[in-house]
């Protein structure tokens, strides 16, 4: 009976090839369709190894295709391969569905609805038990396509990291970071001698030590890594780029998480309300620049915070109604602001925007109050034969220094 015969080892072998290295080529074509509509080298030379593969398999199938009994499912890929039969993998009329149905004594409209017949079958499962239920419209003979490239979500970058400037630490471990202690800066210079010879010429000026010490930096690696099978490499065409490129936005997202959480351990703090209006907002900037200078020796440079804490900003509005942080900024306006991007000023405060803080906290501070290292290891990667896979992995030691333990102001109802 047709459909009894079991396939020949060998034939299978070479259709599953076959089949295989035409995926592969429909895959990279639609990759470089989603790029730019171009093939690049890397994608011209697989395809060229598929072809010259498809090419090879169907020498064999010439060969021994006829020659063995074939179930109904080898007969009809091979038929596809022949062009004995022209089949369809689904009907995009309705008409066309029904005339076969219609005319199944005819050799070729009975091929093509089997081979719908078979396709569907093989989309929802050849066990009843494993089937997917379809309500009558013929949805299981239609293979949705993949349009557009994959969508990502998740924010890349990492701003707060971005904008201290991270500097390359010499090694994974540690270092030292030297720095002036003078507690006698304002007392060291006074009037020449004292007591009797206070203003006297040739009488002793005032001496008072300071000191340089180096104070001990530890970095914290952070990384992460993933399992990957060399059939998917294999399969989709820039799936490796994708999952590299996945991972890096990962640790760009830990680091500048690990740099605010060691910002946020500043005990600065200047009360502002929830509901604080415009001119209490304005006023405690300028009062955390004061206190950044009085503790550093310098004003403040830049004011971070979450999409919230950017969203209040933006939103404020002077007693007449106006944007105080207009996005065209009006000739009095102390800063400016638009919905569009997150760059800005406020105050003349450089705005720093990360969605590691969660809330409408802000931070104002400057460089001296924080710096950011960073030791980037290489991507390292470990092929395990024994699974047809690969391990990869991505890592960086990163360490935030505070050479004012205290310097960076916290402007929110409470001190966290």
Known sequence: ??????????????????????????????????????????????????????????????????????????????????????PVTSYSRAGDLLYDVLHL?????????????????????????????????????????????VIDPYPGGMPFATALGLTESPNAMMFLRPRIVDPNFATAVGPQGSGATLGFEKAELPSKKFDVTAEPVSLS?????????????????????????????RLANAIDALLLAEMEKSTGHIVLAADADAAAI?????????????????????????????????SLVDLAGRPLFPT??????????????????VAGLRVIVTPGIADTDMWVGNGEVMEGYVYRFPVLEAVEPSVLGRQVAVAAAVAGYRPFPDGAVLLAPSGG
């Open 328 to 345: 065209l900024g009006a000739a009095n306006a102390p800063g400016t602001a638009s919905a569009t991007t997150f760059t800005g000023s």
């Open 282 to 314: 304005l006023a405690a900037l300028y009062q955390a620049s004061a206190t950044v200078y009085t503790t550093t020796g310098s004003l403040a440079e830049w004011v971070v915070m979450g999409p919230l804490g950017w969203a209040r900003l933006g």
């Open 105 to 149: 004594g005819d050799v070729d409209c009975a091929a093509r609805y089997r081979q719908a017949v078979n396709r569907a079958a093989e989309h929802m499962g050849t066990e009843a038990t494993k089937t997917v239920p379809v309500a009558g419209d013929l949805g299981g003979l239609v293979v949705n396509p993949v349009v557009g490239p």
């Open 221 to 249: 690696t952070v990384g992460t890594y993933l399992n990957i099978s060399q059939q998917l490499i294999t399969l989709q065409a820039g799936s490796l780029d994708l999952i590299m490129s996945h991972q890096l936005k």
């Open 1 to 86: 009976m047709p459909g009894t015969a079991t396939v020949d080892p060998m034939v299978e072998k070479h259709l599953i090839d076959r089949e295989r290295a035409e995926s592969l080529i429909e895959s990279m074509k639609q990759v470089a369709m989603d790029r730019d509509g171009f093939l690049n080298e890397s994608e011209r030379e697989a395809i060229a190894n598929a072809k010259d593969r498809i090419a090879k398999c169907d020498e064999q199938l010439e060969i021994i295709g006829d020659n063995y009994q074939l179930t109904d499912e080898a007969r009809n890929r091979l038929a596809r391969l022949t062009r004995a039969v022209q």
